[in-house]
Structure formats: C-alpha cells, structure tokens
Nanobody, 124 residues
Framework: QTQLHESGGGLVQAGGSLRLSCVTS????????MAWFRQFPGKDREFVAG????????DYADSVKGRFTISRDSALNTLSLQMDSLSPEDTAVYYC?????????????????WGQGTQVTVSS
C-alpha cells in the first residue's frame, strides 16, 4: 500500500524556522512530481511548492518564494520543506502529495497520493 507520511510540524514563533519531512513507502517516487500543499481553516487546500523528477526543477507559490525550499532525496524516499522566516499567516495543515507526470501542477485534483497532514502553527 502506497503511503506518504509527514512529520516535523509544530509550534514556532514568528521569524523562526521549521523543516517538514515526508517519507514514502509502498513504492518509490523517483520518477514522480512531489509537492507540498497547505490548508487554512475553512479554506481549500493550496499549492505551496513542488519538485519535478526531471532535473529536480522546483516551483513555489508567490507567498512562500524566497522563504521556503523544497528538496527530495530519492535514495531515502524523502521529500522535505525547509520553511524560514515564518509568519502567523503560514499557520496551516501541510500536506505532502505525489503525482504521476513530469511537471509540477498546482491543483489538488492533479495529485494521486496524499499524506495525512502535519500542523504548523506560527505564533506572533
């Protein structure tokens, strides 16, 4: 059974950093696009960052560009999201996702596999 499992969420003060990890099991995602989404209370899930297996090309939402860094370690089946300069507006549940394909997509429906989410809370 294919599973994605996030970890690394928690409570941090504004201006601080967190590193999220997503470990996959059941299959490898070496030739898949992987991404992070987040969901604010009462809102739809939104794209945060994605990474393609082709040259590890990355893409970011404008709101996190320059603050967040997505990376992957295919040998360890791990996806990471380094989050710096966090603000209370980043408080959300963060989800790891994977899709079959070559390019990063920005909508939930384009992703085939999802983790259960990890809560990130940034205090002011």
């Amino acid at each position: 059974q294919t599973q994605l499992h996030e970890s690394g969420g928690g409570l941090v003060q504004a201006g601080g950093s967190l590193r999220l990890s997503c470990v996959t099991s059941g299959r490898t995602f070496t030739e898949n696009v992987m991404a992070w989404f987040r969901q604010f209370p009462g809102k739809d899930r939104e794209f945060v960052a994605g990474i393609s297996w082709i040259g590890d090309a990355t893409d970011y939402a404008d709101s996190v560009k320059g603050r967040f860094t997505i990376s992957r370690d295919s040998a360890l089946n791990t996806l990471s999201l380094q989050m710096d300069s966090l603000s209370p507006e980043d408080t959300a549940v963060y989800y790891c996702a994977a899709r079959t394909g070559d390019f990063v997509r920005y909508v939930v429906e384009d992703y085939d596999y999802w983790g259960q989410g990890t809560q990130v809370t940034v205090s002011s």
